[in-house]
Nanobody, 115 residues
Framework: QVQLVESGGGLVQAGGSLRLSCAASGSIFSRKIMGWYRQAPGKQRELVATMTFDGSANYADSVKGRFTISRDNAKNTVYLQMNTLKPDDTAVYYC?????????WGQGTQVTVSS
């Protein structure tokens, strides 16, 4: 069984910063992709950023230059540093871990950006 525990969400003013963390535990394949998705009210879940085992990152256009994904493979942990936050970034952010056809999701953490 794989568990993903997220932390770091909260309320912040526009222009502020937050850092999300997601720690994975359980039977996890080492060469996994770890990443973040988000879902705003009334919208579909969308990709924010992902990172492969060897550090290759992929970002949604809407967050490029503002968000940075990183990971600590020894700790099975992925981070999302979010800077210059905008009200449009308000959403529930979900951690995702996948390899091949197998994937797991965290419970989600709320990020609210006030204008």
């Amino acid at each position: 069984q794989v568990q993903l525990v997220e932390s770091g969400g909260g309320l912040v003013q526009a222009g502020g910063s937050l850092r999300l963390s997601c720690a994975a535990s359980g039977s996890i394949f080492s060469r996994k992709i770890m990443g973040w998705y988000r879902q705003a009210p009334g919208k579909q879940r969308e990709l924010v950023a992902t990172m492969t085992f060897d550090g290759s990152a992929n970002y949604a256009d809407s967050v490029k230059g503002r968000f940075t994904i990183s990971r600590d493979n020894a700790k099975n942990t992925v981070y999302l540093q979010m800077n210059t936050l905008k009200p449009d970034d308000t959403a529930v952010y979900y951690c995702n871990v996948r390899w091949g056809s197998i994937e797991y999701w965290g419970q989600g953490t709320q990020v609210t950006v006030s204008s």
